[in-house]
């Protein structure tokens, strides 16, 4: 079964991002949502990311499996800074966590950093690269 686009978007702003984790709706278990893209915003309404993925499947009622996902972080001039991709990672919705074991790539212009796990508290923007880590800093942008 699919859904939209706009269901993908209200799973995400009725309980996956930090608002409120455990809440939302549910789907049945098998549940896949394709190729979306979902903008966040401030309280001013910049934007300040935009979460793409090529595909999630509902596992359980707490887990989102995300293939290709993408995150653009921008900065306060409307520009896209950072970015964040992963082949293959998990959503805990109740944890409002992401991690993934299968690699995640975080570039930056004088930055890039590459490791095989993650666990990200969403909520609190921060979490432990862990496994065959590796940073690479440059002195000036490309």
């Known amino acids: 079964m699919q859904f939209p686009k706009a269901v993908f978007i209200y799973i995400f702003l009725s309980g996956v991002l930090p608002l409120s984790a455990a809440n939302g709706p549910e789907f049945p278990i098998g549940s896949v949502i394709q190729n979306f893209a979902l903008p966040q915003t401030d309280a001013s309404g910049r934007k300040t990311a935009v979460v793409h993925g090529k595909r ?17 972080l921008f900065n306060a001039e409307g520009s896209i800074e950072t970015t964040i991709t992963a082949t293959r990672s ?21 930055l890039l950093i590459s490791s095989n796990g993650i666990d990200w508290n969403v909520a609190e ?6 496994n065959r880590v590796r940073v690479v800093l440059s002195s000036s942008a490309p």
């Open 125 to 130: 923007s921060n979490g432990t690269l862990y």
């Open 56 to 72: 999630a499947t509902v596992v359980s009622p707490n887990q989102l499996k995300i293939e290709d996902l993408k995150v653009e």
């Open 90 to 110: 998990d959503f805990w919705r109740k944890e409002n966590r992401l991690t993934t074991d299968s690699g995640i790539i975080v570039k930056r212009p004088t």
